[in-house]
């Protein structure tokens, strides 16, 4: 039987949709690349520390996995962290992702006023 899909907070919520996002355009998902994401789609800062310190707890939960490569010179041979999400995380993220629309869902005009 399937392990249930735990309830995320917000920001672990940007944080694997913005690894599926990476992911989605075949590009290297680690922390600078998710960081820029969730500033991009969001508007909102993405401090770095919290970054890291949630791909940590994700990954502690099975909904992330990692990978390490090798370092490049551009970044003084320090190797990366790629990310990418589990099958839980996926189901994570997509109950999540449903709840905030189904709480939405009859609100849009007061939703829309200044």
Known sequence: MAQAAPVLGEF????????????????DAYGSAI?????TRSGRPAPRGSIYVTLDRLE?????SSRT?????????????IFTVTALGFRAVRA???AFSRMQRGLEALLERP
């Open 96 to 98: 999540s992702v449903s």
């Open 12 to 27: 672990e919520a940007l944080l694997l949709l913005a690894v599926l996002h990476l992911t989605e355009a075949k590009l």
């Open 69 to 81: 490569t090798g370092g490049s010179a551009a970044r003084g041979h320090r190797p990366k962290r």
């Open 60 to 64: 502690e939960k099975g909904l992330l």
């Open 35 to 39: 960081r820029d994401e969730i500033e």
